[in-house]
C-alpha cells in the first residue's frame, strides 16, 4: 500500500515538474519590445516594424507599415518558440511564422499569390 502511494506521489511530482518546464519554455518576455523586420519577395525588401507586447498577461502583435500605419495582428499565437499570426494589408491576409532565437526572428510570410523569407532584429 505504501508503495502505491509513493509510486503516485513520484508520478505527481514529475507530472508538476514537465509542467513547471513547459511554462518557462513559453517564457516571451524577452520578446517583448520591437523589432526592425524584412520582408522579401524576388528580390525586394519590405521594411516594417513588429511590436511585440504583453496584453492581459499575454503575448500579442502589431505590425507598422512602412507608411506608418498600424495594423493589429490577427489570429496570433505563440508556442513552442514560434511566433504565427495573420495581417490584412489592401484586403488580403498574409500570414507570418517566425521562430525566435535569441536576439533574432527568422521565418516565412505568404499571402496574394507570393512568399517569402522575414528576418528581423530587436530593437
Known sequence: MLSK???RLCAL???TCL???SLLAQDYKP???KWSMTSETGGDPIHWTLALKET???LTATLVAPDNNEIPAKDFS???GVIKFKVTHDTE???IALKA???KLAGTWSGGGNSGPTTGTKN
Open 78 to 80: 505563440f508556442t513552442d
Open 101 to 103: 532565437t535569441a536576439d
Open 31 to 33: 520578446l517583448l519590445g
Open 19 to 21: 509542467a513547471a518546464i
Open 13 to 15: 511530482c514529475l507530472l
Open 5 to 7: 502511494k509513493l509510486h
Open 56 to 58: 492581459g498577461g499575454k
Open 93 to 95: 491576409d498574409y500570414a
